[in-house]
């Protein structure tokens, strides 16, 4: 079984510039997490999806921040503009039906804003 | 507002030897917990799980506990290897929270020769 595509896996940018990220889940899972992980910190939440329909974005900041599910399997998280905060690794996660908790990683982007 | 956070930041065991990753949490109404393991460069990794109604669940060299009276968790790595090296997060779910993970500072433990 395939695991959680990422692309790509390092992105410079400079501040104010816009920047997109890809994740493709595993196949079948419904359940697709974006985090947002700082150096030395743990995965924060940004946006959850269950197949094309957002379950939760509370803690997405929708001002710069937007992220879509089109077809219910791939998945774009877009910054724009960017900033220097945003720098962090962006990862990405799936859950298959009927399991509650386990989730499976992507191995993530590395996003530095200079 | 509510948080999971671990003891140590760094911890070092000898090859070989048992190791003991603490975690903290504050939230009573947590009815899940997970460690996760997370290599450099990857994204974290399942290792185990366990239920608020249990005390301990058992894996392949790795141990849960759960001590909800002082509101602690720990996992233990019985004859800690190389490939064990990693940073360890551990993370609680809530009841309703649409099964969502919130996730500790992390733990680096570093597999001495």
């Known amino acids: 079984e395939a695991g959680v595509a990422q692309s790509p896996r390092y992105k410079i940018i400079e501040k104010r510039q816009s920047v997109a990220f890809w994740c493709n889940p595993i196949?079948?899972?419904?359940?697709l997490y974006w985090y947002q992980q700082i150096l030395g910190q743990g995965p924060k939440l940004l946006i959850q999806?269950?197949?094309?329909?957002?379950?939760?974005d509370s803690q997405l900041p929708k001002d710069r921040f937007s992220a879509e599910r089109l077809k219910g399997v791939d998945s774009t998280l877009k910054i724009q503009p960017a900033k220097l905060e945003d720098s962090a690794v962006y990862l990405c996660?799936?859950?298959?039906?009927?399991?509650?908790?386990?989730?499976?990683f992507g191995p993530g982007t590395r996003l530095t804003v200079t | 507002g509510e948080s999971v956070g671990l003891h140590l930041p760094t911890l070092s065991v000898q090859e070989g030897d048992n190791s003991i990753i603490n975690c903290a949490y504050s939230?009573?109404?947590?009815?899940?917990f997970i460690w996760y393991k997370q290599e450099s460069g990857k994204g974290p990794q399942f290792i185990i799980d366990?239920?608020?109604?249990?005390d301990k669940r058992q894996g392949q060299r790795v141990t849960v506990l759960l001590n909800k009276t002082v509101k602690h968790l720990s996992l233990q790595i019985a004859a800690t290897q190389p490939g064990d090296s990693a940073v360890y997060f551990c993370?609680?779910?809530?009841?309703?929270?649409?099964?969502?993970?919130?996730f500790g500072s992390g733990t680096q433990l570093t597999v001495l020769p």
């Open positions: 996660a799936s859950r298959k039906p009927g399991q509650l908790y386990e989730q499976y």
């Open positions: 999806f269950q197949n094309n329909g957002v379950v939760d």
């Open positions: 196949s079948g899972h419904a359940t």
């Open positions: 939230n009573s109404a947590s009815d899940y």
């Open positions: 366990i239920r608020s109604n249990m």
């Open positions: 993370a609680e779910t809530l009841s309703g929270s649409a099964r969502q993970l919130t």
